[in-house]
């Protein structure tokens, strides 16, 4: 097989100690960073083989598993692509979203009480498939597919410039066959920390906001106008109403109105950042979509 390093931020002479102990290393400077899907693109219009596996930089490779992936593919035809398994350090399971329906559920932001888990499970149900290994989402981590499938489906999407990338390829994938994760097709996500991961977490602050605007772009490439118009109908009627239960709370329990509202003020800077993109992500303007570092809440909260 072959390696390919696609470099988003390239320093001269800073990998000379891998490529003379890695010589047949490609090693290439993808000029400027505009995200995880370019960069992966550029790596897949340079492969030479049947097979391209998308391996993140923060993962570690045992027990021969990329051979187990592509012999998966080779015995079975109708699957177009194989994900891998995440487990920690320690080899044990990482969690994450089966399906794609499972992580579209989790963009709602509703009480936490059974009705409403209840409504959002009837739209968004269970998916069934074939088998157990079958699945509709894979993890971008680790992705095997055939070079000849993925130019099918024109690669990866470069208006995405991280997060969602993967749910959105796996969506396209999954129109002209079958995903699948296998037991014997395991690695070590080590799960690297990045500027753009949440640094306060609530039941209604969830999210990063480079996470959600991903995910918005994803939701209206993939369902649709509608999904995406209920998703921040959610959050722009969430907002006043998580303000005025608060408020209230504090005038009925003799506090001052504004009392422990940091939950509230992340959540409401956030949702004004999210429909800041409203109207780029509803008419698909193009890529790729990178916030602003002062639209980075989590970040400016945190300093």
Known sequence: ??????DNHFIPQANAQILSEFP??????????????YANN???KA??????????????IFDNTIKFAWQHLEKEKSLVAVGGNQLNENKQALPYYRTLNDVRRDFYIVPNKAIFHNLINLLLPKQKFSRPEETNNLVGAFIMASKANLLKINGWDEDFFMYAEDAELSYRLSKIGKL????????????KENEFRRTEYSWVNRFSIQI???????????????????????????????????????????????????NQRIFGLKVAVLFRYFFRILWLRKG????????????????
Request: charged share 15%; aromatic share 16%.
């Open 1 to 6: 097989f072959e390696c390919i390093v696609v």
């Open 24 to 37: 047949k290393t490609t090693w290439i400077d993808a000029g400027y960073n505009s995200g995880f899907s």
């Open 42 to 44: 550029i790596g897949l």
């Open 47 to 60: 492969a030479s083989g049947q097979y391209i596996l998308f391996l993140n930089a923060d993962t570690l």
């Open 180 to 191: 699948a994760y296998f037991e014997d097709v395991n690695f070590i996500h080590l799960i």
């Open 212 to 262: 959600q605007i991903s995910n918005l772009l994803w939701v209206r490439k993939s369902y649709g106008i509608l999904a995406l118009l209920v998703i921040y109908l959610n959050y722009g009627l969430l907002a006043p109403i998580f303000w005025a239960w608060k408020i209230s709370l504090n005038l009925l329990t003799g506090k001052s109105w504004d009392f422990d509202t940091k």
């Open 288 to 303: 790729p979509y990178r916030i602003k570092p002062e639209e980075n809440i989590d970040q400016v909260i945190k300093s």
